[in-house]
Every structure is written in structure tokens, then in C-alpha cells.
């Protein structure tokens, strides 16, 4: 059964560094999105993507974030400089288009330091 | 304003026991979907519910949307049942648009 991919599982960065967080959505999906849980909390949703462009955002995904699609199977979250507070984990999810139930990969850890 | 509510927030059960888990949601959120957020932290679809009944294994759920509320059935809980359940809906007002989650319920269950 096809599922979302997401790579890696974990990742520890220093505060300030740049990371990019990977995504490979289902192949016939045309609709991406951003999401995160901080520890204890609930899933917040950060951005979506369609059509190679940014959809809709929430008052988290600011300059500091960035959502790409590189070729024809990767979506990506890049975070410029890492704060403390962005530690979390991050779910990537897609939807098919003529149905609405999103799929979710199994998570990135972030943890920066 | 959209609003998805989760109870209990904390359930603890022996093995075998039965569970029903609720979620109320406002007038605005539709395309109900429930999930199963395991001690490594992924999150697992368990069911995509905007109205009516579905059932898989131990596992059923019900949404009657006219009432806004979803129910999640666990028959014979077994302790790999444990873990945080989330609902999660749409903005009726928004086509492919984002999930609002609930605070999910934490469940044990002890052998």
C-alpha cells in the first residue's frame, strides 16, 4: 500500500543552523502539507502546497520557513536558523485531490540544541 | 470558529476492556479523520469518517455530522492499543485545506 516517506526519522542540529526536513508524498498525490507537534502539545498545521505554490500558512510559518518541491517526488521543509523552540516533531501529509483524507508520513524528530 | 474537542483526555484500561472515545467538533469542520499516535511518535491513519459508520478489526467509528460529534470504538484493548488517539477536521468553508486537530485522548492499557 503506497504510504508518505519522511527522512530522516531523527535529526539534532545546533541552534542557528539551517535544516531541511524530506517528504516523499503519495506519487498520485497533488496536495502537500506541513505540520508539527511540539512535545505534550497538539498538531499544528504550518503550510500547504499546491500547483508548486505555497496555498495557505499559519502565523508559524514564518521567514524562517520555506517549502520546496524540488522534482517530482520530494516536498521539503527548510528551516533557516533554528531556534530552540522549533524542536518538535514534524509530519508531512498529502491528499489525492478528488478525495480528502490526508495521509500522514511517519514524522521527523527535530531536536536543536 | 472551528473548534474539535476530544474526550476523556486520559483513559487507562485493563487489557480486554472496551473503550469509546468522542469527539465534538464545531458547525464548520467536516471530513472527520481519526488517528493513532504510537509511543514513537507517528501518527497512524485509522479511519477517514465524515458521516456514518466504518469498522476495521477491533476498531469502529461513527460520525454523525448532523450533531456534530465522531465516537471511536476499541473493543478488546490490547496494551500495543496504547498511545494517544487524535480527531482531526476540516474547515467546511475550505476544499483541501488544512486539519484542525483535538488534544487528543492518552490511553493505557495494562496487561
Known amino acids: ?113 | 470558529g472551528i473548534q474539535v474537542e476530544q474526550s476523556p483526555p486520559d483513559l487507562i484500561l485493563q487489557e480486554g476492556a472496551n473503550s469509546t472515545l468522542r469527539c465534538n467538533f464545531s458547525d464548520s469542520v467536516n471530513n472527520l479523520q481519526w488517528f493513532h499516535q504510537n509511543p514513537w511518535g507517528q501518527l497512524i491513519n485509522l479511519f477517514y469518517i465524515p458521516s456514518g459508520t466504518k469498522q476495521n478489526g477491533r476498531l469502529s467509528a461513527t460520525t454523525v455530522a448532523t450533531e456534530r460529534y465522531s465516537l471511536l470504538y476499541i473493543s478488546s484493548s490490547q496494551t500495543t492499543d496504547s498511545g494517544v488517539y487524535f480527531c482531526a477536521g476540516g474547515d467546511r468553508g475550505s476544499t483541501l485545506g488544512r486539519l484542525y486537530f483535538g488534544r487528543g485522548t492518552q490511553l493505557t492499557v495494562w496487561p
Not at chain 1, 535544516?19 to 503519495?26: G, K
Not at chain 1, 512535545?39 to 517549502?67: A, C, H, M, P, R
Not at chain 1, 514534524?90 to 490526508?102: D, P
Open chain 1, 1 to 113: 500500500e503506497p504510504e508518505v516517506t519522511q527522512t530522516p526519522s531523527h535529526q539534532v542540529t545546533q541552534m542557528g543552523q539551517e535544516v531541511i526536513l524530506r517528504c516523499v508524498p503519495i506519487s498520485n498525490h497533488l496536495y502537500f502539507y506541513w505540520y508539527r507537534q511540539i512535545l505534550g502539545q497538539k498538531v499544528e498545521f504550518l503550510v500547504s502546497f499546491y500547483n508548486n505554490e505555497i496555498s495557505e500558512k499559519s502565523e508559524i510559518f514564518d521567514d524562517q520557513f520555506s517549502v520546496e518541491r524540488p522534482d517530482g517526488s520530494n516536498f521539503t521543509l527548510k528551516i533557516r536558523s533554528t531556534k530552540l523552540e522549533d524542536s518538535a516533531m514534524y509530519f508531512c501529509a498529502s491528499i489525492e485531490g478528488g478525495h480528502n483524507e490526508q495521509f500522514f508520513g511517519p514524522g521527523t524528530r527535530l531536536t536543536v540544541l
